[in-house]
Nanobody
Framework: QVQLVESGGGLVQSGGSLRLSCVASGFWLSIYVMSWYRQAPGKEREMVATIRTAGDSTSYADSVKGRFTISRDNAKNTVYLEMNNLKPEDTAVYYC???????????WGQGTQVTVSS
């Protein structure tokens, strides 16, 4: 069964840190472009960070550059999002996504809630 399971969300004070994890099962994450997205209440889902298959290329939304770091451990079939200096506006449900554009295939996780208090 193909599955992406996020964990690591929670409640943190402004300026704090969290590390999100996304574990894949039922497929090999290593051949997928991996991304983290987030969706705040009343807002559209937005891309936060993306990492290519070899992990040698990353991109970030302007709002998180310098504070968030995406990484992957293909041997563990896991992708991470390290979030530092969190702000209340980072509050959202964070989703993991696996993309394989060459065959137009994508998988989403169920999301993990991140709440940053001021």
């Amino acid at each position: 069964q193909v599955q992406l399971v996020e964990s690591g969300g929670g409640l943190v004070q402004s300026g704090g840190s969290l590390r999100l994890s996304c574990v894949a099962s039922g497929f090999w994450l290593s051949i997928y472009v991996m991304s983290w997205y987030r969706q705040a209440p009343g807002k559209e889902r937005e891309m936060v960070a993306t990492i290519r298959t070899a992990g040698d290329s990353t991109s970030y939304a302007d709002s998180v550059k310098g504070r968030f770091t995406i990484s992957r451990d293909n041997a563990k079939n896991t992708v991470y999002l390290e979030m530092n200096n969190l702000k209340p506006e980072d509050t959202a449900v964070y989703y993991c996504k696996a993309d394989r554009p060459v065959i137009n295939q994508a998988y989403w996780g169920q999301g993990t809630q991140v709440t940053v208090s001021s």
